[in-house]
C-alpha cells in the first residue's frame, strides 16, 4: 500500500474573491434570469453574476459565467470616462475572473495557473482591495509550495497573516485559510504530524466564528477534514484517517458538491483496500470516477482501481483501469499517480512473461524516481531493437532467395528453414534471458543502496543516548535536555531521509548542521566549526544521497581533534567545480599517520560510505582524497579530506 499513500493528499482550494463578505444560499434559477435582463446595469449584472459563481458548486457551470463576468469587466473598462468607483468595481470584477481561472487551471494541472492568479493580485492592488490581495496571496503561496517553491510560499502565508491578524474577528476567515495552506505546506514535505496541527487550528478557528456558519465556511472545513483524514491515511493511522474523511464526505453530499464527494470517496476507497473491504473500495473507486470532474479526482480513482484489481489478481481487468488511469495522469502531468501506475503495469506484464513490455514500464517508473537509474537500460533496449530489425530484414532476403531457387534444391530450402528457425528460436530465448537480468538489476541495484544505507552509524545513536544517560547521572539536566531535543530532531530528520535514494542539498545541510550542534553539546563545546556553501550552487534544486558525509564528519572531530591541546577547528565546504559538486572537510587536528592512512583500518561507516559513493558514480576505482596540511617546518597541522558527490539536478 505504500505507494498509494501520497497520491492526491493534499487538496487544492481557492478562494473566489469578490466583494462578498456573506456567502448565502441564494436561488439559482432567480439569480440566472436577472443575468439575462437586457435592462439592468452592468455593475448589478456582474454583482449578480458573482452570487451566482458562489452557489453553483459544479464547475462545468462555473467556467461560462466567469467568462461572461471577464467580458463585461473588460468591455467597461475600456471606457476612459469612468468615475473613480466604477473603475474600481470593474477592475475589482476583471481580478475575481482571473482568479477563478487560476483555480479552475490548478485543478486540471495547468502550470499557466501561476500567471493568472498573478494577473488578479495586480489588479486588486491597483485598487487598494487588501482584503482581496491578501487571500488571493495565500492562494499564490498554495501554488507556489506545490512547485516546491517552499520559500517564497513561506513568505506570502506570513505577509498574508500579519494582515488578517491585524482584525482577527473581521478576518477568521483568512487566518484559518493561511494555517490550512500551512498545514498543506508541511504535507507537500512529508511532515505530517506539523500538517494536521495547523490544519486542525484551521478549522478551530471557522468554529468560533460568530453567528450562522456559510456554505463557504463548511466546503472550507470539506477541504480540512480532507486534509486532516489524507495525513492520518499517510501515517497508517487508518482509524482516525476514516473518521474524519468521512466527515468531509458528509459536508460534499450536503452541499452536493460532486467534486468534493470524488476525492474523499477515492481516499476512502484506499481504507476500504487496508480493512481489505474490497467490495466496498470497488464501489467508493466507481462512483468517485463517475462524478470527478477534475483529471486528478478521476486518475486518483482509475489507478486505485486497477491496484484492487491487481490485488484481487483479475490482471487483465487492472491493467484496463491502470493504462486508463495512466492517459489521465499523463494529462494533467501528474507523477505520483504516473509512478504508481507504472510500477503495477511493470509487475503485471512481469507476472504474465511479457518481459519486453515490464522493462519498458520499469523503465518509465525509475524515469520518475531516479532518472539517473534509466539511462543504462534505455540503450540497451535500443540496441536490442536495432539489432532485432536488422536480423528481421536479413531473413526476409534469404528467404525471399531460396524461394526462387526453390524448384532447384527443396531440400537445400528445407534444412535452411530449419536453421533459420532455431536461430530465431535461440534469439528469442537469448533476449529474453537478457531482459530478466536487466530487471533483475534494477531490484539488486535499488536493495543494495538501501540496505548499505540502514547500515550507516546505529552506534551514533547508541552513544548518544549512553551520553543522554550521563548528563542525567551527573544532574546536568539542562544540557540533558538540550541533547536530547536536539537529538530527537537529528533521529527524525535521518527517518524520514533514509528512506530516499536522494534528498535535497538543503535537506542535508540542515542534518549536518545539526549534527555539529550535538557534538559540539557532547564534547563540550572543545571545537568550533563552519559550514559554507558555493553561492552558485542551489540547495533547494541539487539533489544528493543522504548521509555520505556524516562518517567524514564524525572521523574529523573524534580522531582529527584527539590529543589537541588548542581548540579544535572544523572547516566543511560545499563547491562546485567542472559541473562537479565537491565536498571538502578540514581541521586542525594531528592529521593522518600511516596508520589511519590504511584503508583496512578505516570505520565500518567509512568503508560502507566508499562503497556507496563508488556504486553512485559507476566507478569501481572511486578514490577518497585525503592529505596532511603542513607547516613550514614539515609538521602537520591538520588535515583535508575531499570527493565529488553524485547529484541529481532538479529542475
Not at 159 to 181: H, P, T
Not at 185 to 210: F, P, S, V
Not at 492 to 508: G, V
Not at 534 to 550: F, R, S, Y
Amino acid at each position: 500500500m505504500n505507494h498509494q499513500s501520497k497520491s492526491i493528499v493534499i487538496l487544492l482550494v481557492l478562494f473566489f474573491s469578490i466583494n462578498t463578505t456573506v456567502f448565502g444560499q441564494y436561488n439559482i434559477d432567480s439569480l440566472k434570469a436577472i443575468i439575462k435582463n437586457p435592462k439592468i446595469h452592468d455593475t448589478t449584472r456582474l454583482f449578480n453574476i458573482a452570487l451566482l459563481i458562489d452557489n453553483l458548486y459544479e464547475n462545468h457551470e462555473v467556467v461560462p459565467h466567469n467568462a461572461m463576468m471577464g467580458k463585461i469587466a473588460q468591455k467597461n473598462l475600456q471606457n476612459k470616462n469612468l468615475s473613480v468607483d466604477l473603475h474600481k468595481k470593474y477592475t475589482m470584477y476583471l481580478a475575481a475572473y482571473y482568479n477563478n481561472i487560476s483555480v479552475q487551471m490548478e485543478d486540471n494541472g495547468n502550470p499557466k495557473a501561476l500567471n493568472y492568479l498573478d494577473k488578479s493580485i495586480s489588479l486588486y492592488r491597483s485598487v487598494n482591495a487588501n482584503d482581496e490581495v491578501y487571500s488571493s496571496v495565500v492562494s499564490k503561496g498554495l501554488l507556489l509550495s506545490r512547485r516546491k517553491r517552499y520559500k517564497e510560499a513561506i513568505t506570502c502565508y506570513f505577509d498574508a497573516l500579519r494582515y488578517f491578524e491585524k482584525d482577527k474577528d473581521q478576518n477568521a476567515d483568512g487566518i484559518s485559510y493561511v494555517y490550512s495552506n500551512l498545514g498543506v505546506l508541511y504535507g507537500d514535505q512529508d511532515q505530517w504530524r506539523e500538517a494536521i496541527k495547523y490544519l486542525k487550528i484551521a478549522a478551530n478557528t471557522i468554529d468560533q466564528k460568530k453567528g450562522k456558519k456559510t456554505v463557504e465556511d463548511e466546503l472550507q472545513k470539506f477541504t480540512m477534514y480532507y486534509n486532516i483524514g489524507s495525513a492520518y491515511v499517510t501515517l497508517n493511522d487508518y482509524k482516525n484517517g476514516e473518521d474524519y474523511l468521512k466527515k468531509a464526505l458528509v459536508l460534499s453530499r450536503k452541499h452536493n458538491q460532486n467534486s468534493f464527494s470524488s476525492y474523499a470517496l477515492g481516499k476512502l476507497g484506499i481504507v476500504d483496500m487496508y480493512y481489505k473491504r474490497h467490495e466496498a473500495a470497488e464501489k467508493k473507486f466507481i462512483e468517485s470516477s463517475a462524478i470527478a470532474e477534475s483529471g486528478r479526482s478521476r486518475g486518483f480513482s482509475l489507478v486505485n482501481l486497477g491496484d484492487l484489481y491487481f490485488t484481487k489478481k483479475k490482471y487483465a481487468k487492472s491493467k484496463t483501469f491502470l493504462e486508463e488511469g495512466l492517459v489521465v495522469a499523463k494529462e494533467i502531468k501528474n507523477d505520483n499517480l504516473k509512478e504508481q501506475a507504472y510500477e503495477l503495469l511493470y509487475k503485471i506484464n512481469k507476472i504474465n512473461g511479457n518481459y519486453k513490455e515490464s522493462v519498458k514500464m520499469l523503465e518509465l517508473y525509475n524515469s520518475i524516481k531516479d532518472s539517473s537509474k534509466v539511462v543504462e537500460t534505455k540503450n540497451e533496449l535500443k540496441q536490442q531493437q536495432l539489432k532485432y530489425d536488422y536480423q528481421k530484414k536479413e531473413l526476409n532476403y534469404k528467404l525471399a532467395t531460396e524461394k526462387k531457387n526453390a524448384a532447384k534444391n527443396n531440400l537445400l530450402i528445407i534444412l535452411s528453414s530449419l536453421v533459420v528457425l532455431l536461430l530465431i528460436g535461440a534469439y528469442f530465448l537469448y533476449r529474453n534471458y537478457k531482459q530478466k537480468q536487466t530487471i533483475s538489476a534494477f531490484e539488486k541495484k535499488d536493495l543494495k543502496q538501501k540496505l548499505l544505507l540502514t547500515q550507516m552509524n546505529p552506534h551514533f545513536i547508541f552513544n548518544s543516548i549512553d551520553n543522554i544517560q550521563s548528563l542525567i547521572y551527573n544532574k546536568q539536566d539542562k544540557e540533558a535536555v538540550s541533547y536530547l531535543t536536539k537529538f530527537s530532531k537529528l533521529t527524525r530528520q535521518i527517518l524520514e531521509n533514509s528512506s530516499e535514494n536522494y534528498i535535497s542539498l538543503e535537506e542535508e545541510l540542515m542534518m549536518i548542521d545539526n549534527y555539529l550542534n550535538i557534538q559540539q553539546l557532547l564534547y563540550n563545546n572543545k571545537f568550533e566549526f563552519t559550514l559554507k556553501v558555493a553561492e552558485d550552487i542551489n540547495t533547494e534544486t541539487i539533489l544528493v544521497p543522504p548521509m555520505l558525509t556524516q562518517p567524514f564528519i564524525e572521523n574529523a572531530i573524534k580522531h582529527g581533534l584527539k590529543n589537541t591541546t588548542e581548540k579544535g577547528k572544523i572547516a566543511i565546504q560545499f563547491q562546485m567545480k567542472d559541473s562537479q559538486l565537491g565536498f571538502q572537510i578540514i581541521d586542525n587536528g594531528i592529521g593522518f599517520g600511516s596508520a589511519e592512512k590504511d584503508s583496512s583500518k578505516k570505520s565500518l561507516a567509512m568503508k560502507i560510505t566508499k562503497e556507496r559513493l563508488s556504486s553512485l558514480a559507476k566507478n569501481n576505482n572511486f578514490e577518497v582524497q585525503v592529505e596532511n596540511i603542513l607547516d613550514d617546518n614539515k609538521n602537520s597541522i591538520g588535515a583535508k579530506v575531499y570527493f565529488d558527490i553524485p547529484y541529481i539536478y532538479e529542475n
